[in-house]
């Protein structure tokens, strides 16, 4: 027989921290973010939760661990284990960052701030490769 092999369309989950703006204003994480955000978070609570911030001079996003008693966190929601995302809507409103159409951004970890922060600079449009309700 001549078989033909199908070319996988879709992509692998990836091992780094990424972060991806929904269209619909949600923050997606990817199971790295979470892994990396829970191994630094301050308490052992089984939810994971983010103080979201970012750098207007750098253009920057940047996600803190969180208590779970932070007045300002917010709760890492999980969909499946390769679905979770932030809310992040009024967020990204108050700071005037488009999310119009999905992107996906890289995440480095920085030690010395004790958080992941994402560069807007550097993100990757993924309005066709991906749906609004995928990280």
């Known amino acids: 027989m001549s078989w033909e092999v199908y070319q996988r369309r879709g992509r692998r989950p990836s091992a780094d921290p990424k972060l991806t703006i929904r269209r619909n204003g949600a923050l997606g994480v990817n199971a790295a973010t979470v892994a990396t955000l829970r191994r630094h978070a301050p308490d052992s609570s089984e939810r994971v939760f983010v103080v979201l911030c970012f750098d207007p001079e750098s253009q920057c996003i940047y996600l803190k661990p969180a208590g779970i008693d932070d007045e300002n966190a917010y709760p ?23 999310h119009e159409r999905a992107r996906r951004l890289d995440g480095e970890w920085h030690a010395d701030e004790g958080g992941l922060s994402f560069d807007l600079a550097t993100s990757e449009d993924v309005s066709r490769t991906v749906g609004a309700n995928h990280a």
């Open 76 to 98: 890492v929601h999980a969909v499946s284990l390769t679905n979770m995302y932030v809310t992040g809507v009024n967020f990204l409103r108050f700071f005037k960052i488009d």
